[in-house]
């Protein structure tokens, strides 16, 4: 069965400082792992997409990083604002194309 | 160009009642899913549409089915409404080449169903 866990749930920091957001999944046979944030009640934000020959993904203050073979993805946030909270969720992809598998999420809180 | 969009924003049925759920998608896209999103769980997969032909399907029961239209917008329907089926559900489009690789897969807003 194909799992994903997202480590810690919930996360409050203070505004500026440099976190990590984890993410595990049973199955390393993936086609690619997108993260995305949600605003509550809202819906999914694509925030980066990194294939599967790929290591890392580069988007302003968000860098995401892929080891296929250990099942993990961390993304990592740089100075940190209070407009950066929110869910955020990686999804694997398993079949080209295909269904994204979904952990529950982590909730971020950046105090001013 | 527009991004994905899904009508109603909110619906409320009663239990045994039918509903049906838009999506349109990006331009350009040509595949279509739909999630479902209890509070607090991450998203669940319902089936996917690819050039108007149903291509996978997660653990959901045949009262969910869909469409796809050649224009590529989705409908969701679900039959005889359960208590459990409150939810929000979204919709997500994104390009299929038919080969190498896929591309990002983008969400709608979603609709807030709520069964009484």
């Known amino acids: 069965k194909q799992e994903v866990t997202q480590i810690p749930a919930a996360l409050s920091v203070p505004e500026g400082e440099n976190l990590v957001l984890n993410c595990s999944f049973t199955d390393s046979a993936i086609y690619n792992l997108q993260w995305f944030r949600q605003d509550p009640g809202k819906g999914l934000t694509s925030l980066l997409l990194?294939?599967?020959?790929?290591r890392e993904q580069t988007s302003g203050r968000l860098n995401a990083s892929l080891d296929k073979s250990s099942g993990r993805s961390t993304l990592y946030i740089a100075a940190s604002q209070p407009g950066d909270s929110a869910t955020y969720l990686c999804?694997?992809?398993?079949?080209?194309?295909?269904?994204?598998?979904f952990g529950d999420g982590t909730t971020l809180t950046v105090k001013p | 160009e527009t991004g994905v969009t899904q009508s109603p924003t909110h619906l409320i049925k009663t239990r045994g009642q039918q509903v049906t759920l838009r999506c349109s998608s990006q331009s350009g896209h040509n595949t279509v899913s739909w999630y479902q999103q209890a509070l607090g769980q991450g998203p669940q997969f319902i089936f996917q549409y690819y050039r108007e032909e149903e291509n996978g399907r997660g653990n959901f029961p045949p009262r969910f089915s869909g469409l796809q239209f050649p224009n590529y917008s989705s409908e969701l329907n679900v039959n005889a409404l359960e208590l459990d089926d409150s939810a929000l559900y979204l919709c997500?489009?994104?390009?299929?080449?038919?080969?190498?690789?896929?591309?990002?897969?983008?969400f709608g807003p979603g609709t807030r169903l709520t069964v009484t």
């Open positions: 997500a489009s994104s390009f299929n080449p038919g080969h190498g690789f896929s591309y990002e897969q983008y």
């Open positions: 999804a694997p992809r398993y079949t080209n194309a295909g269904k994204s598998t």
């Open positions: 990194i294939q599967s020959s790929q």
